[in-house]
């Protein structure tokens, strides 16, 4: 296991930190989690159900302090857990195995995420050139799942719990 510092901003944290696993072919994402990890766990219960992470890594993010990231995946690049204060606070995916009840997931067209959720294609903002981060909360604690596309394709799925 490799263990790196990591610098975090408030909008980085918000746009989807990874935790990738091996994950089973039909697996869907819930607004509280994805692959089995929910918003909430303890690292306890992470490990009881992820195993062992592959990259831990560590740094602070302003709105809440102190946050641990487990990557898991063959390199650390498929799903990512964030822990604040021993919590899951945000599971995020780029694995094209994980959809949601609606059929989206990463490598969707981005055609099939503005039709099946037009609340979150509607709150996009950039995050760099190509790439834009869209997502909706509908109240502060609320848990959001939010998507990030770049050209034509979601990369990425997030799952947040809403209360930082």
Known sequence: MKRTALA??????????????????????KAL???????????????AV??????????????VGKVTRWKYG??????TVTFAEGVVIQVATKSEK?????????GS???LFKEKY???????????????????TPDPGAHELSFQVSGDRVVKVVAVLGTY
């Open 33 to 47: 989690g994805i692959a089995g990890v929910r918003t909430n766990m303890s690292k306890g219960e992470v490990r």
């Open 109 to 111: 067209p981005a055609s």
């Open 8 to 29: 975090l901003t408030t909008a980085g944290l918000a746009s989807g930190l990874l935790l990738a696993g091996t994950v089973p072919a039909d697996a869907t994402i």
């Open 118 to 136: 037009p609340a979150q294609a509607s709150t996009c903002y950039r995050v760099r050139p190509g790439v834009k981060n869209c997502g909706y």
């Open 98 to 106: 994980q959809r949601t009840k609606l059929g989206v997931g990463p």
């Open 50 to 63: 992820k195993g062992e992470p592959r990259d831990i890594a560590y740094g602070r993010v302003s709105m």
């Open 74 to 79: 063959r390199n650390g690049d498929r799903l």
